[in-house]
C-alpha cells in the first residue's frame, strides 16, 4: 500500500504545489499567540472558488507542523490537498492538551481554541465553505480522541470526523503502571483530584456514545493491530456497534507510528470528502 501511495505522492510533488501559510492566532481564552499551519491546493491561486477544510489535529508530545514534518514522505498533506481539491488546516493542540478546556488552567483552552478562534480565523482569511457542510475533522492518537470529542460537542461545525489510533480512553491515564509517567503531564491540565470515573464521563469519548449517536455525523475509525491503543478503540467499535452508531471502523497492519499514520490519511480523506460540500462560488 506505502509504496503506490509514494508513487503516486512523487507524481503529484512533479505536477502540483499547494502552498503552505503559518496563521499566528491571538487566542482570547487563553490570552497567547499561536500557530496554525493552512495547506491550500495549487488550483486555490488561480480560482475565485469557496473550497472545503479539513481539520488535521496533531498527538500528544506534537505541534501544529508535525503533519507537515515527521511522515515519512514529507509532502503527503500537499498532495492530498492537491489531489481532492480542498484546503488542510493543522492547528496547535500543544503537548497534552487533549484539545479540551481545563478545568484549572486558562492557559489550556484548546476546545474554544479550535471551535471559536481557529475555525473562524480561517474563515475570515481564506476562502471557505464557512457552514458545517464544508468542515470535518480528523487526527491521530490525541488527535483522534480531540476530533471525535469536538465533533460530539460541536455537530454544528462538522459534517464528518475521523479519528487514527485514538485515545479515546483517557481513564488509562489512572492505570497504575502509566500513572507516575503520566502525572507531570495531566496534572497541570486536569489536576490532581480528577477520578478515572470522572475523566472517562466528562472528556473521554467511550463515554460520549450516546451524543454521538444522537449527532449521527458520519465517523471513520481505524487503529494497527499492534498499536497500544488497539484494545480502546475495540471497544469505541463494539460500543458504537451495540448502540446501532453508524461509523467505519478499520484494523489494519502497524503500530503508533507515522508510517502507519501516513498510510491511514488517505483512506479518512477520501470517506470525509464524500459529505463535503463541493467548491463554491
Known sequence: MKNYFSLFLLLTNTLFAAKVDTLEIVSKSMGRTLKTAVVTPTTYSKSKLNYPVVYLLHGAYGHFQDWLK????????????????????????????????SPISKESQFETFITQEVIQKVDANYRTIATNKGRVITGLSMGGHGALYLSSKHPELFCAAGSMSGAVDMSTIFNPENLERMKPLITPILGTEISSAEVLEKYAVLGKIEVIKNNKLPLIIDCGVDDFLIENNRELHRRLVYNKVPHDYTERSGAHTWEYWENALPYHILFLKLFLRGMEH
Open 70 to 101: 515527521k511522515t515519512p514522505t514529507k509532502n503527503v498533506v500537499a498532495a492530498l490537498a492537491d489531489q481532492y481539491n480542498l484546503i488542510i488546516v493543522l492547528p496547535e493542540g500543544e503537548t497534552f492538551s487533549f484539545y479540551l478546556d
